[in-house]
């Protein structure tokens, strides 16, 4: 019994020296794998600096140190005993690095770096001390642009109207401070947004209810103004300002006061005994569409608009339409720009009288085609009556020419 149990004894031991030389064969066999390429990130970004073994092995209770040999302290994230020793990091790194924990079993110990600075740039080295594995990933850090619009924005009185705004490449603006202000104005904010709110206390009284961003396309870098109900005393420089990143850029917003459509009578349709109403209005952008409705709502059929666009960019339409004798003759013409939900209408009332007036006089017509029938019958009845004459001449000359060879045949006959 007792040599059973030694035998049992040692054919455990033997697996076990057996396992621990195999797991340390099998490690010394796998290397690190960082990026033989920089690592390109956007300044205010999260960032990913790739460091894993192969072929791969759990590295769940290994020891593993991201560091940056220009520091002091030169380490950037350690792990061990499964823990991060953050004591032991970097100052300028706290609360921004962390491992992909669920990926240790497959030998992933790439690094996390969040909310990326400028000072961050530099070359990082990924080390397990228990394996003697080391490799190196170069970071760059691309400081982005607040691009916004070269040319004026145009927009319409009591139009909405967007002020573009956008960070390229793309950043994160969920948690930037983002600032729109203009320099003319006392206080000068127009909108302000700070720790993912607005700071409505800070903006000037005449933008109150009327300014947001697109809370949705600030992960994207698009920290677009949307302003609506667009005022004259809007029109002006609008600053679009980052303070994190210290970037700025300026749009010029301007505003057209849009003219009301003045309805005419631009003449008659005496074909169609209808009268013919021109629409015109001034001072849209962006280009609008006509409408012509009758007094029930009904769309009238028009031909297409004719549109003028000026050396300030603003658009003049004007529009004609043929209409028709109603019960109350009433017609508006509409003016309307769909994006801009910008929409101007003007009335006419039409007297009965214009109708009257554009049905043909046929009065003259019938008197011209009696005439005509006239002379044409007159014409007949003169070339009937010539050629009755000439018949009646002929019928007499050949009378008395047969009578003449009948009185010279009796006379040869006396002789």
Not at 116 to 122: I, P, T
Not at 401 to 410: A, F, N, P, S, V
Request: charged letters at 25%.
């Amino acid at each position: 019994m007792d040599e059973l149990h030694r035998t049992f004894h040692l054919s455990t031991l033997t697996v076990l020296v057996l396992h621990l030389f195999l797991s340390h064969v099998c490690q010394g066999q796998s290397e690190l794998i960082g990026s033989s390429q920089p690592i390109v990130a956007t300044l205010g970004g999260d960032v990913v600096l790739p460091c894993y073994l192969q072929p791969a092995i759990d590295a769940t209770d290994l020891t593993v140190e991201w560091t940056r040999p220009d520091l002091n302290p030169r380490f950037v994230h350690v792990r061990r005993y499964r823990e991060e020793l953050v004591d032991k990091k970097h100052e300028s790194f706290q609360g921004r690095t962390s491992l992909f924990i669920d990926e240790l079993t497959k030998g992933n110990i790439s690094l996390t770096i969040s909310k990326v600075k400028l000072s961050d740039e530099g070359k990082y080295r990924c080390f397990i001390p228990a394996l003697g594995k080391e490799t190196f990933v170069q970071l760059r850090v691309v400081q982005p642009e607040l691009i916004g619009s070269s040319q004026p924005i145009l927009s319409t009185l009591g139009g909405d109207v967007v002020l573009p705004c956008y960070l390229q490449p793309a950043v994160d603006a969920t948690d930037l401070t983002v600032e729109w202000t203009r320099p003319d104005l006392n206080p000068r904010f127009v909108h302000v947004r700070r720790y993912r709110e607005e700071l409505v206390d800070k903006k000037h009284e005449s933008f109150e209810g009327r300014t947001s961003l697109f809370t949705d396309e600030l992960t994207k870098g698009n920290i677009s103004l949307k302003l609506c109900k667009v005022k004259l005393s809007d029109e002006g420089k609008y600053k679009c300002f980052i303070p994190a990143l210290g970037k700025e850029t300026f749009v010029q917003l301007r505003v057209a006061p849009v003219s009301s459509p003045v309805i005419s009578l631009s003449g008659m349709d005496r074909d169609r005994g209808g009268v013919v109403l021109q629409c015109e209005s001034r001072g849209w952008y962006p280009e609008p569409e006509v409408l012509w409705l009758d007094a029930e709502g009904n769309l009238l059929s028009a031909g297409p608009p004719e549109t003028v666009r000026g050396p300030d960019d603003l658009y003049t339409v004007s529009s004609r339409v043929t209409v028709d004798k109603r019960h109350n003759n009433s017609f508006t013409c509409r003016v309307q720009q769909n994006n801009t939900h910008q929409t101007r209408e003007a009335h006419i009332h039409v007297p009965d009288d214009f109708f009257s007036s554009a049905v043909p006089n046929n009065t003259g017509l019938v008197v011209s085609l009696a005439v005509s029938i006239m002379v044409i019958l007159a014409c007949v009845f003169f070339v009937w009556r010539q050629n009755r004459t000439k018949t009646k001449k002929r019928s007499r000359d050949e009378a008395e020419k047969e009578k003449l060879l009948g009185e010279t045949k009796d006379v040869r006959d006396k002789k």
